[in-house]
């Protein structure tokens, strides 16, 4: 018997999960967020990002919002970066003060690839990608939403630096004192333009099969585990989700085959965004793809409480993150334990600004 099925009678969403050595206290995750309001220049993070963090420690665990692992990376404005000394030191004072609290916090590694634009790009270089497919729609630059470009396809004798990107981040993480660190390999960035068939069109040992097209992410987690223990680190996954108009012909097959790939190394977790952020229809069968990963799973997707406790106590999913839910409440977890009322969010703050609509949702206590 599983060690899920084992315990199914009685775990529920405040049950204490361990990750290696690491202890979350409960099973409420805080999904990664962009946020928009590291300082700049230099993208570094500042203090009302260390205050905003610090109110929502009592999360299982945090997960930071995507944090591009070298200028080359970066696809919107003001998003945080996890290369330059000045970074790291900005996120020290993030991750103390979520210690301080009694919080656990892991970087989530980022590199945008082709949802980008020359004008956040160094020396206004063109975005790169898998292949030079270009995404329909809008970047979003200082200047406000410019037409996409075409990117430019990696050669293939550019991949072990970028993989190097990552592993040079994953160091920086342990500097600035992370718990530990998520490889974004989802919604139509960089890792996920290699592994989905819509943009990947590629003819070398990065393209075709899904092995190949699986490559540069296991290269990248492999790297990443030269500097953090597995139980540290997590992948995030996105099978279906066309946000940033990607597909693949054969999610099911092809994020199998992925959660596979990642078995037998003792990661962490698999973070799934299951479905269509968009609303499109899903078609993928999440139970099954679980079925493929030797590790715990954690679910994400407008999950409320209802559905997260109903997943976790029928063992479809070992934790679940909250996006929306904690951007208004940073004391998710006791809303959720006292069955309380919750905040709204309001989408007009999300992306930029101020502490108005980061740091001024009120807890219960206030
Ligand atoms: C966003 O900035 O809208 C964004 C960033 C990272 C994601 C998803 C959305 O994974």
Redesign the pocket.
Known sequence: MSRDAEEMTNIDLFTPVRLGTLALPNRVIMA?L?RNRAAMPGNVPQAMNAAYYAQRASAGLIISE?TQVAPQGIG?PATPGLHSEEQVQGWRAVVDAVHARGGLMFAQL?YCGRISHPDLLPDSQQPVSASAVRPAGDAVTFEGLKPFVEPRALRTDELPGIVDQYRHAARCAREAGFDGVEV?S??G?LLDQFLRDGTNRRDDRYGGSRENRTRLLMEVLLAVLEIWEPARVGVRISPENS?NDIRDADPQATFNFVARALSGKGLGYLHVVEGDMTGGASSVDYRQLRGHFDGHYMANCGYDKARAQAAIAGGAADMVSFGQLFIANPDLVQRFQADAGLNAPDPETF?GGDEQGYTDYPTLAR
Do not use: G, I, K, L
Request: proline share 9%; hydrophobic share 35%.
């Open positions: 990664p962009t995507a919107y980022w974004h989802a919604n960035y946000f992306y």
